[in-house]
T-cell receptor, first 112, second 115 residues
């Protein structure tokens, strides 16, 4: 079982719609969860981080965490063509040293 | 300012060459990381430095040699690489408080091609 799993997509949504990206993780002791956006040929860019169960909102982005279900999600409201990118879910493993493990990424395509 | 810089942006090297990648941050972070990313794959952790000491080596071949001369600089020395080592090499840094998992900020990467 992979440590962090994401649907690779592509996830295709129309402009203005809500994009929903999902991620599950296997390390029950993990406490820190991140969403990065990566455009083709560029480096990962931090979008959101979340530590506590529930929702965290930042502009058009909402991260949701359910530790009991070992599930993290990212909602993008009012999706724009500029949101088209690969979204990487990342989890810090328990045990110290801030070891960050990435999921394979979900490719999002927002079409006009 | 959350900037991590990396040089060079692109590097082409032969299998007998020796080269170095450089990473720099001026955010006062005390943890720095090297990742390798192949095309259409997620970044994979190679090394972690915490307070200038190597804390994690993810069983990386010895042809990759990391160095942390001071808290702002991180180097990756390359020697006798193989074509399969061609990838995007990413540097990242974080505060280094060793508490709850910290946000890692990535540099733009060095795209390496080994011929």
């Amino acid at each position: 079982q992979k440590e962090v799993e994401q649907n690779s997509g592509p996830l295709s949504v129309p402009e203005g719609a809500i994009a929903s990206l999902n991620c599950t993780y296997s390390d029950r002791g993990s406490q820190s969860f991140f969403w990065y956006r990566q455009y083709s040929g560029k480096s990962p860019e931090l979008i959101m981080f979340i530590y506590s169960n529930g929702d965290k909102e930042d502009g058009r982005f909402t991260a949701q965490l359910n530790k009991a279900s070992q599930y993290v999600s990212l909602l993008i409201r009012d999706s724009q063509p500029s949101d088209s990118a690969t979204y990487l879910c990342a989890v810090v493993l328990s045990g110290g040293y801030n070891k960050l493990i990435f999921g394979a990424g979900t490719r999002l395509a927002v079409h006009p | 300012d959350t900037e991590v810089t990396q040089t060079p942006k692109h590097l082409v090297m032969g299998m007998t060459n020796k080269k170095s990648l450089k990473c720099e941050q001026h955010m006062g972070h005390r943890a720095m990381y090297w990742y390798k990313q192949k095309a259409k794959k997620p970044p994979e952790l190679m090394f972690v430095y915490s307070y200038e000491k190597l804390s994690i080596n993810e069983s990386v071949p010895s042809r990759f040699s990391p160095e942390c001369p001071n808290s702002s600089l991180l180097n990756l020395h390359l020697h006798a690489l193989q074509p399969e080592d061609s990838a995007l090499y990413l540097c990242a840094s974080s505060q280094g408080d060793r508490g709850r998992g910290e946000t890692q900020y990535f540099g733009p990467g060095t795209r390496l091609l080994v011929l």
